[in-house]
């Protein structure tokens, strides 16, 4: 019997299946040992010697593989096919050899890209042995983490109080997001006037022109900046006479975009489907894990994490045939098309994200798949089948037009495009082709050259330039790709490190730097500029992966890079928090001193008038202050308008009054976290600032609707009473008669309407359990099954959703969400669960403040433990 090691249960189960009963195959729960939280985990003056440990639940899970290594033929090692796969192979390897399981038992190691029959088989006919550089590349990329992370956070932690960590890739991450923000900071809003007639043809057909001309000057989008300008033209063109000049008419082709990588399939389902990175990953997880079909669990979707844009010429022939018989020969190329990617330092050797079997249509799997299952798998495969097939072929057409008022002319342009044959556009169009369309315009009516138009209105509409927008979680990926920092298995890491340390807040979908995330990158740049230069981290990356490929020593980079780096941390090790705050306060300037309307010094104290302003680092972070503190109490919000007022009781904000009772509305800082306040004593009422908003966003619109809460929906058509939103200790709900739903987002609460709100409870009432003897509540999401038997389901309780496999239930952790949970993270819960429950019972341990850095190399599934986000971000 040969014992073959994987990473998930459920693929265990799938692959014992299809290897039969000569094999044994046993599940790592992802990553068995990590470097501990601790210092001395990595040792530079030993050779960069790294110490590693293994947690309760995978000491449990590696004694009882080295028992069935023992009595087996061999050892297959066939986790997933890439770095971080291939280093648990390695771990788990050097773990045996410790416990010398091994003897002289051979070791193979296979790699496969789905969860399919024949693609298991064919890997297990083609071992290797484990790729030694891919190793390497996975250690120095580890040690490189844990020595920002433990080396620089502590510095953070006595020069900028407040602050959490920082990492090599986090704060790299960071900069880009508090960039973007500086940008916001600084644009100045223009006007300008944009002119269009609406022209019709002598046959009695409209369209619609665009001014490009005025008295023999090209207009630029800008160039028409005042309401005189603007009536002046319109007055001229509603006086002229209009003729066309010329129609052309060109034809175009539109090729289709390469199947999906990691980066680009959480772009395209950010802005098609409205998921995080991380939800896109998790359903992609469970597509690749498999399903069961005709009783065979089968993978769905070939390995997520990826970069390349290539697929293997069996896939290649397979979507030929499926374009021929779905959509016919006349969408098939004459030959299959071949990508390469285009994005910096594309390494991994793996193909794109595709379906394992064409055949298998979105029609054909929507009933086997949840509702955000079958989405994102049909978002695949249409993406997959559209880049094989035929260009668009677009004719575009643009017409110039001449309106004359005696000596005076202008010119106009009317553009239309319409398709003559969809080619790809039949099954897949992305963004860039809707962007395509919009720009090309409608379809324009038949217009001839030399032909006099008849004018029917002629309109001038003012625009204010935008500044340019936050990042997206998606457009956040993309520009780390397109600078070649991180990798398809970090991304998700990196953005929800960002979101967990409070340096950066989701608002509609948009990536808000916190003030805290600010002043991390200002001390970043101001005295580690090197290490957060866009230039400097790519290279490093470029450096791991010409260790991957065996063209560089690992140690060597290792040793380049702490020389430099613990010569600038021992550079500021001197510094007095009042120097860093002074930096800040000049590198910050915009942010924290903005202009006054009368022109005064931005720094001068509006209530002592004497004091000067600086910035001061809080319980609850950075606020601004006067320099005459305590005589003087003033203090702001960071990034408050300069003529703001606040009491000085804790960084307290005066935020308005209200409209009806004309009592105070007060943000304050309590030991429970941010609230705002209406009234004073004992009959003020007070709200707490909801999870997901900052203190910077909370202005007097939002503290009326917060102190508005709760608030009446409307009432119930079958019961005739009140249904109810709210904000609850588990977040945004509904309550009908004693009924608590939630709602998705705080946002639910002040917009959703009687008839969404009766329905979800409605829902809610159907999933409750049935009183004393009805049984469990019914499974918010199924995860799987436990490689003991049973489902494994996440539900919703008294005290909160918790995780339930048998007679076993674990409450989530705070701040967890339901639908994120993992089937790996759950079986790590029930294990850590049943392991406490038969063991006796132990002191707790002191917790110790977590350093951090900026890798974020595991992914879901693949940790050994809570303290490990130390040396990882």
């Known amino acids: 019997m040969d014992v073959v090691i994987v990473e998930s249960p459920a ?79 390695w771990h788990v390897l050097e773990v045996l050899k410790s416990k010398r399981a091994l003897k002289d038992k051979p070791v193979r190691r296979v790699v496969f890209n789905a969860i399919t029959r024949k693609s298991v088989l064919d890997a297990m006919a083609a071992p290797r042995d484990i790729d030694a550089p891919l190793v390497d590349a996975y250690l120095a990329r580890r040690a490189l983490d844990y020595l920002v992370g433990f080396t620089l956070s502590p510095v953070l932690w006595r020069k900028l109080p407040g602050a959490r960590s920082a990492g090599r890739v986090q704060s790299v991450a960071l900069r880009l997001v508090c960039d973007r923000e500086n940008e916001i900071d600084r644009f100045v809003r223009e006007e300008y006037w944009q002119i269009a007639a609406k ?59 390469p199947p999906f990588t990691t980066s680009t399939l959480q772009q395209a389902a950010s802005s098609r489907l409205g998921f995080s990175a991380s939800r896109t990953m998790q359903i992609a997880q469970r597509l690749y894990e498999g399903i069961d079909l005709a009783g065979e669990t089968v993978g769905l979707i070939t390995y997520m994490r990826t970069d390349g844009v290539q697929m293997v010429p069996e896939a290649l ?86 309106a004359a008022d005696g000596q005076r002319k202008a010119a106009l342009r009317a553009v239309g495009s319409v398709v003559r044959f969809d080619g790809f ?14 720009e090309d315009g ?36 993309k520009k780390l790709e397109e600078l070649g920092i991180g990798r398809p298995s970090t991304y998700t890491a990196i953005l929800k490190t960002l979101e967990d340390r409070g ?84 590198e910050l300037a915009p942010l924290v001193f903005p202009p006054r309307e009368d022109g005064s010094d931005p720094r001068a104290c509006p209530k002592c008038g004497n004091g000067t302003l600086s910035l001061k680092l809080g319980k609850f972070g950075a606020f601004v202050g006067c320099s005459n503190y305590p005589d003087c109490s003033y203090t702001r919000q960071l990034g408050e308008d300069g003529n703001a007022e606040a009491d000085g009781d804790g960084g307290d904000r005066i935020l308005g009054s209200d409209p009806y009772t004309s009592e105070p509305i007060v943000l304050k800082s309590g030991r429970f976290g941010p609230y705002v306040q209406r009234g004073e004593g004992k009959d003020a009422k007070r709200t707490g600032v909801p999870k997901g908003w900052t203190v910077d966003q909370v202005d007097h619109e939002k503290a009326l609707a917060l102190l508005s809460l709760p608030r009446d929906v409307g009432k119930h058509p079958e019961t005739g009473k009140m249904i109810s939103a709210g904000l609850g200790r588990y977040g945004p709900f509904v309550l009908h008669d004693g009924t608590y739903a939630n709602l998705e987002s705080v946002e639910d609460v002040f917009s959703i309407g009687l008839n969404r709100a009766v329905t979800v409870i409605a829902e809610k009432q159907a999933s409750r359990g049935k009183g004393r003897n009805g049984g469990k509540p019914a499974a918010l999401k199924e995860l799987g099954e436990h490689p003991d038997g049973g489902p494994v389901t996440v539900r919703d309780g008294r005290f909160g959703p918790y995780v339930n496999h048998g007679k076993v239930n674990v409450t989530l952790p705070k701040g967890m969400e339901p639908q994120t949970v993992t089937l790996e993270q759950a079986l790590a819960m029930i294990a850590e669960k049943s392991t406490k429950s038969g063991g006796a019972r132990k002191a707790p341990a002191r917790k110790k403040p977590a350093a951090a850095s900026g890798g974020a190399t595991a992914r879901s599934g693949k940790k050994t433990g809570r303290a490990k986000s130390a040396a990882k971000g």
């Open 11 to 89: 693929k265990a189960k799938t692959i014992n299946k299809y290897l039969g009963q000569n094999y044994k195959v046993l599940a790592s729960y992802g990553h068995v040992r990590d470097l501990p939280a601790k210092d001395g985990s990595v040792r530079p003056d030993e050779d960069f010697a790294m110490s590693w440990a293994v947690d309760t639940p995978s000491s449990k899970r590696l004694n009882e593989i080295a028992a069935a290594v023992r009595n087996a033929d061999s050892l297959i090692l066939a986790t997933d096919p890439d770095r971080e796969g291939e280093a648990i192979s």
């Open 199 to 257: 022209l019709a043809t002598p046959r009695k057909d409209d369209f619609e022109a665009r001014l490009t001309g005025f008295d023999g000057k090209k207009l630029q989008k800008l160039d028409i900046k005042t309401a005189e300008q603007a009536d002046d033209i319109k007055a001229m063109l509603e006086r002229s006479q209009f003729r066309v000049l010329s129609v052309e008419a060109k034809p175009t082709r539109r090729n289709p975009a």
């Open 317 to 402: 022939d397979a979507a030929r045939a499926e374009i021929g018989k779905g959509f016919g020969e006349k969408y098939l190329p004459e030959k299959p098309r071949f990508y390469s990617t285009k994005a910096k330092n594309a390494q991994e050797a793996h193909e794109a994200v595709r379906p394992t079997q064409f055949s298998r249509t979105p029609s054909e799997m929507a009933r086997h798949l949840d509702r955000d299952q079958a989405r994102l798998y049909e978002l695949i495969w249409k993406r997959a089948i559209a880049s094989q097939m035929v260009p668009a072929e677009i004719e575009r057409t643009t017409v110039e037009i001449e």
């Open 425 to 438: 556009i039949a099954a897949y169009t992305d963004q860039r082709d809707e962007d395509a369309e919009d």
């Open 442 to 477: 409608s379809r324009l009516p038949e217009i001839k050259s030399g032909e006099p138009l008849a004018r029917e209105a002629i309109e001038a509409t003012r625009h204010v330039t935008e500044p340019p927008p936050r990042y997206s979680e998606a457009s956040l990926i």
């Open 503 to 586: 340096y950066v807040a989701i608002d509609n979908r948009r990536l808000v730097p916190d003030s805290k995330g600010r002043l991390l990158t200002a001390f970043l740049e101001s005295f580690f500029e090197r290490y957060v230069e866009y230039d400097f981290t790519a290279s490093l990356e470029e450096k791991l992966d010409l260790i991957s490929d065996g063209k560089l020593s690992w140690k060597d980079v290792l040793r380049d890079f702490w020389t430099e780096f613990s010569g600038a941390v021992d550079g500021i090790k001197e510094l007095r928090v009042a120097d860093v705050l002074d930096a800040l306060n000049e």
